[in-house]
Every structure is written in C-alpha cells, then in structure tokens.
C-alpha cells in the first residue's frame, strides 16, 4: 500500500478531472487547433482517485444515515430525509478540479478514451509505453464495471447503452438494472478473459499495475455483484449463483490481509475526506447512532471502541438518538462520534470490499444452496475476519461468537448473517445501504422527525434537470420503474 500511496502522491498535482451538470459525451468540447496528446496513466489515476466518494460519505452521509451507523448532531435534515434528488456526482477529498465530478462527464467519458488509446491502431503503440494494451483495456472495463454498480445501486434505471456516443445521444435513454447489470458481468468477464502476461497499467493507485490483483479484485466484484441478485435469482444453478461460482472458483479475496481498500494520502487533495471534514473544516456533523451503539453495548461487541469514542463528559459510549429534529440541543460532549482514527487521520484507508463481507457472502450462498460448505463455518469466518479487521483479539473474538444472539442458529441464520454484515460494513457507507435494502435486516425504525415520507429510503432520486433535459427518457424511466423518490424499490430489492 505504502507504494500505491508514494505513487499517488507522485501524480495527484496532475490530475484534472472537472465536473458539470449535464451530458457532455463525445469530442465536442475538444479544441481541434490546441490538441493535446492524452495520457491513459493520467487518466487512469484521475478516474481511480474519485473512488474515495464511493467509499466515504465524501459528498453525502445520506447511506450511513439511512442504514442509522451515524446520527446528525447540529444539522439533522439529512437523517430526515430531507434531499430527494442527486446530481450525478462523485466526490473527492478535494475542492474544484479536485473535488466533485460527473461521473457522466468525467469518469466514464475517461475510461473509454483508455480503451480507445488502446485499441485505436494509430495511438495503440504509444499507449503501450503506459503498459500492456490488453491490460489497460481491461482495468479500465472493470473500473467501467465497479462505478456503473454503485451508480445504477443509487438511482436504479440509469442513462447506459447509447449514452456514450457524442451530442446526438446527449438524451439517452434509461437502461433497466437488469440490463446494466447484465453488461457488467459482460465487461468483467471480457476483462478477466483478455489479461495477459504483459506489464499492468501505469498510473494504478489501487494495485501499482499488479494483475493478479486486479484479477482478484474483479472476481470480488463479480462475487458482490451476484449476491446482490439473491432474491432475483435465487435458484441454485440460475444466473446470480452461476455468476457467483464461476468468481469464487477464479479467486476472490481470501483473507483479512488481502482486503481491498482504497489509499489515503497526506495530500489534502487526496486525504481521508473524514479528515477534511472533523479537522480541517472543524465540523462535528454525525455521531453514532443510539441504534448502533445500543445494539454493539446488548452483543457486547469488541468492536465498539474501534467505531467510536467515549463521550467527553462521561466516558461512556452514547449514542445519539436517530432522525430527531432537535438533536442540536445535546451537546457534542454528551455523544460519541467516530474513532479518531477514522475521522482525524488523513492517510486513513477506506474499505473498498472486505473478506468479512465476501465471508458472509459466502455464507448466504451456502444457505441457499449455491455452494457447498458450511453456511456456520462461513457466518463464524465473517465475525472474525471483521475483528481482525477492526484489531480485536483472538480472545475477545472467540467471546463474541459466544454471545447468546451471535452464536450460530440454523433457524435465524439468514437475519444472523445480515445483522452480522450490517455491523461488519461500517465505514463502507454505500455497501451497508445496499445489503440492508436487500436483506431487510436489522428491523430499523424510520427517523422519527422525518421530513419526507414514513419510511427509510431505498434509492437517491434521479438529478432534477433530468425531467427538462431528458424529458422524455426521464418520464420513460419512471413509468417503468416507479416515482422518482427516495422509496421506489430498486429491481434487485425484493
């Protein structure tokens, strides 16, 4: 990681990478007079480097407050529900060209010119400076693959299959997520297949260009992926399982020390975007939650210091209540916020996928017969593995699995793992609130101030210039999926 790091560091005054609100798709905005000669290892390191805003809540804290991690101290309106619509952003540590991007403008747009540099029998060989042209090709279809999941997981029908080919497709239609997510598979795949022994991408930020760690990473991906479809799917031998089996057999994470995470830098471009927020800016907006709290404090769970901090004036873990409008009104002294470890160090890695949570994956896939094994053996590899994560003992560890409502039970083991997995993906926002939406587990009550509806939402709403911009495939899209609200069901979440 150390290496991946110095590398950022290296190349993170170079990147630019700015965001707008609506399509800009194709070469138009390119000045034929001034051309310049692109660089895919720049590119690729300014696509990679907006990973942080898929992991963190760099942008919005909505996923860890609606899956109630987190509770909002001063400002609550978030934890109520108060924003329905989301620009198609990502966010970095940074500010302007550093910060927020359209993952429409930027991120995608960037990947394919990698692809084409690579392809293009006229730029093919001068890319190949950069690493093997296969290779490139293929970590630039898998990162394509990782932000069009965690795009099409927050808004659901997205604008995918014409949405890339200059101003005439500027208003494109809205895919299904059965659609986006078949094609995700597809580039996987593709990518898996077209690897070959030649050097990796220059640029990688993740991996420093290692192949068998991007071949690693996208079968953890794929494996994700295929889970996320249980209840589409749920058939032993169907799509999800088949899809599921075929990343396990090719080789997923397997142990604590391969877990993927993204790097932080001191770089204040770059840096833990927790940081920037409780100690640059001062900010103290989320606390826990009294329902995470409360629930770790009845399991007697090790990992509570690892997620928190004592309160100040008591020395206690409390958390504050979810969703309540007047939460201002308790003093930050009286509420545990985050380990400073989390929130205060910049160079704070970020979870991108964890072996806890492939565990519990594996766990599932056992329970519903996708797998052999032990669907026990793989629940109890989860638990520890997320201690082991967190720094917990081997002793306290084994305790834990102990506990009367953590201990094994055949007869509750699906709402075991999904609790179980609820706890395991704090501080990886995004996929907390994709497997709670899935799993309907842990029970959580609605915020109890709620500005907007009466229950947690399940979907971000598309960005309003949508439904004048896009009129068309905007109304399309709804008609076919639902309101465009925070609590229209995605496909998957049955």
């Known amino acids: 990681m150390k290496t991946f790091k110095s590398l950022l560091a290296t190349v993170a005054a170079s990147i630019l990478l700015v965001g707008c609100e609506s399509y800009d798709f194709g070469d138009t905005g390119i000045d034929k007079n001034n051309p310049v000669n692109p660089i895919s290892a720049s590119l690729l390191t300014g696509v990679q480097s907006k990973i942080v805003g898929t992991v963190s809540l760099s942008g919005t804290a909505t996923p860890s407050l609606y899956v109630q991690h987190l509770s909002q101290t001063q400002y609550t309106e978030e934890s109520r529900y108060q924003t329905i619509n989301f620009n198609w952003n990502v966010t970095g540590s940074g500010t302007g060209t550093d910060g927020t991007v359209n993952i429409y403008n930027k991120i995608f747009p960037n990947l394919l010119q990698i692809i084409d540099l690579n392809t293009n029998p006229d730029t093919k060989g001068n890319a190949a400076v950069f690493g093997s042209n296969n290779n490139q090709i293929a970590v630039a279809k898998i990162m394509w693959a990782y932000y069009f999941q965690w795009a099409t997981d927050r808004w659901g029908m997205l604008p995918y299959s014409n949405a890339f080919g200059g101003v005439a497709s500027s208003k494109s239609i809205y895919d299904s997520q059965e659609e986006i997510y078949t094609d995700l598979f597809d580039k996987i795949d593709e990518a898996l297949a077209q690897m070959d022994g030649g050097s990796g991408p220059e640029g990688d930020i993740l991996f420093g260009g290692n192949m068998s760690s991007w071949k690693k990473f996208a079968n953890t991906l794929k494996m994700n992926m295929a889970i996320r479809l249980a209840k589409v799917y749920p058939s032993a031998g169907g799509y999800a399982a088949t899809k599921f089996n075929e990343a396990m057999s090719a080789g997923v994470i397997s142990s604590v020390s391969e877990d993927i995470m993204f790097p932080s830098i001191s770089n204040d471009a770059y840096d833990n975007p927790y940081q920037d927020d409780y100690v640059d800016s001062g900010r103290t907006d989320e606390c826990l939650s009294d329902v995470l709290v409360d629930r770790m404090q009845d399991l007697n769970d090790p990992r509570l210091p690892m997620f928190g901090e004592p309160a100040a004036s008591t020395g206690t873990f409390v958390g504050l209540q979810y969703g309540w409008a007047d939460a201002g009104s308790i003093p930050n002294a009286d509420v545990s916020f985050m380990n400073d470890d989390l929130i205060k160090n910049g160079e704070r890695d970020l979870p991108m996928f964890t072996y ?102 399940v979907r971000h709403a598309y960005p309003i210039a949508e439904a004048n911009q896009n009129k068309s495939n905007y109304e399309a899209a709804v008609a076919a999926q639902g309101e465009d609200g925070l609590f229209t069901k995605l496909w998957w979440d049955k």
Not at 399 to 423: P, R, S
Not at 437 to 452: E, K
């Open 356 to 457: 806890a949570q492939i565990s519990f994956n594996k766990a599932e896939a056992a329970l519903l017969g996708w797998i052999s094994g032990s669907a026990q053996t793989y629940y109890e590899e989860g638990v520890i593995a997320s201690m082991k994560q967190w720094g917990v003992s081997d002793a306290d560890a084994n305790a834990y699995l102990l506990e009367a409502d953590v201990v094994y039970n055949a007869a509750n083991a699906m709402n075991q793992i999904a609790e179980q997995k609820w706890l395991a993906l704090f501080y990886q926002p995004y996929e907390a609130w994709a497997e709670w939406r899935r799993l309907d587990y842990p029970n959580l009550t609605p915020a109890v101030d709620a500005l907007t509806g009466n229950s947690i939402p």
